[in-house]
């Protein structure tokens, strides 16, 4: 379940709940499919990796990932310092091709929390969202 200082270059892993409860770790060019991969994990960085999964990176804290593809769902729930950088994210289009980064925006399905970890209303959140989309 958990490795702590581990390196991983030009690699494909499969499986779930990989490296949960880990920290340091280094991915470089790795593939990995599975569910419930790399929760709870601290001090790590993945880069250039592609990652088809489910609840992942939730609970992390000071992660980094960069110049990668994250596919899934409920990723990074109660994470703190979690950092994406050059991701592919997956986008929707409306009726006239504008396009969106969240596919759905409601208060009852993400939260969103400051740098304290304080959490906001969710409903004011959604607002400034949506405005700042032009869906006032």
């Known amino acids: 379940w958990y ?3 581990l390196d991983i270059t030009d690699s494909t892993l499969s499986g779930s709940y990989m490296l949960m409860r880990s920290s340091e770790i280094k991915f470089s060019g790795v593939r990995q499919k599975g569910k419930y ?12 990796c592609n990652f088809d999964t489910k609840d992942a990176f939730w609970h992390a804290k000071n ?31 409306d009726e006239n091709g504008k396009m969106y980064v969240a596919d759905e925006i409601t208060p009852d399905i993400w939260r969103v929390r400051d ?11 959604a607002k400034l969202i949506l405005k700042k989309l032009g869906m006032n």
């Open 115 to 125: 740098e304290n970890g304080n959490i906001h209303n969710q409903i004011d959140c």
């Open 63 to 93: 992660v980094t990932v960069k110049n990668s593809v994250v596919k899934g769902e409920y990723l990074a729930w109660y994470s703190d310092g979690l950092t994406l950088i050059d991701c592919k994210i997956e986008v929707g289009y």
């Open 37 to 48: 991969s790399f929760q709870y994990n601290e001090n790590a960085v993945f880069d250039s």
């Open 3 to 5: 490795c702590d200082r």
